[in-house]
Nanobody, 122 residues
Framework: QVQLVESGGGLVQAGGSLRLSCAAS????????MGWFRQAPGKEREFVAG????????TYVDSVKGRFTIARAVARNTVYLQMNSLKPEDTAVYYC???????????????WGQGTQVTVSS
């Protein structure tokens, strides 16, 4: 079992930056691949970024490549999502997830956080 708590969301103007954090507790953090998903109002939850257990493999949805960076700090049991050049279409609730392998499908992940709201104004 692992518990995930996201933080760092908020309101930002277009072009601005935010850094989301996801703190993990419970089972060994390094045992899990981690992912970030988001869900906008009226839309399905979508994959944003993922990172392997070692941190050596990362993957992103095309719409955020070059703007978002996922990273993990093993000593802090935390995964981050640095978001730069934010756009209004990035507005969503962002969720952290943990699973056995990095992947783009939500079915790969077994544990989920409660989400943090990101709102980008134009």
């Amino acid at each position: 079992q692992v518990q995930l708590v996201e933080s760092g969301g908020g309101l930002v103007q277009a072009g601005g930056s935010l850094r989301l954090s996801c703190a993990a507790s419970g089972r060994t953090f390094s045992s899990f691949a981690m992912g970030w998903f988001r869900q906008a109002p009226g839309k399905e939850r979508e994959f944003v970024a993922g990172i392997s257990r070692s941190g050596g493999v990362t993957t992103y949805v095309d719409s955020v490549k070059g703007r978002f960076t996922i990273a993990r700090a093993v000593a802090r049991n935390t995964v981050y999502l640095q978001m730069n050049s934010l756009k209004p279409e990035d507005t969503a609730v962002y969720y952290c997830a943990a699973g056995g392998n990095v992947g783009r499908s939500s079915s790969v992940y077994d544990y989920w956080g409660q989400g943090t709201q990101v709102t980008v104004s134009s």
